[in-house]
């Protein structure tokens, strides 16, 4: 499984990952890639209803972010109203969307949905890559916007 980390700011991809695919792999993936993010500043992740457990939560609190995460209503969700309340949440659960069209420019136009290396160590690497041209493609754009 690949995964990204963007900031929302600009949808800039600034962590990259790849791991075999598990139940748990997605959150993770995330815990070690915000874990590497440099800087002791409180931050948010935003994500879907898929990384709504407990103990991912409790996890993400301790390395100082705050779980901007979709509820996942059918069942308890360990989201809580001082998370929901504010409006920064919102803004999160609007902007998260953008990740998909990191993954769709990388599995469609970069060639990546079917990868032609084989061993974690090089398809990792070319998902690295990808996501870097992803992010060069990405900057005249914000360069023209400022």
């Excluded at 800087?39 to 390395?63: C, I, Q, W």
């Excluded at 420019?105 to 949905?113: E, N, P, Q, Y």
Aim: proline share 3%.
């Amino acid at each position: 499984m690949g995964h990204l980390l963007m900031e929302n700011q600009n949808a800039l991809i600034v962590d990259a990952m790849l791991t075999p695919a598990t139940g748990t792999a997605e959150r993770e993936a995330a815990e070690a890639m915000l874990g590497r993010q440099p800087g002791r500043h409180r931050a948010t992740l935003g994500a879907d209803k898929g990384y709504d457990a407990a103990a991912f939560v409790a996890s993400l609190r301790g390395l100082n972010v705050t779980p901007h995460i979709a509820q996942n209503t059918a069942r308890r969700s360990a989201i809580d109203g001082r998370t929901t309340r504010h409006p920064g949440y919102a803004v999160s659960q609007r902007t998260r969307k953008r990740i998909e069209e990191a993954f769709g420019w990388i599995k469609t136009t970069a060639g990546f949905r079917k990868t032609r290396h084989r061993g974690t160590a090089r398809a990792g690497w070319m998902l690295t890559l990808t996501a870097a041209a992803c992010n060069l493609i990405r900057l005249p754009k914000l360069l023209a916007a400022s």
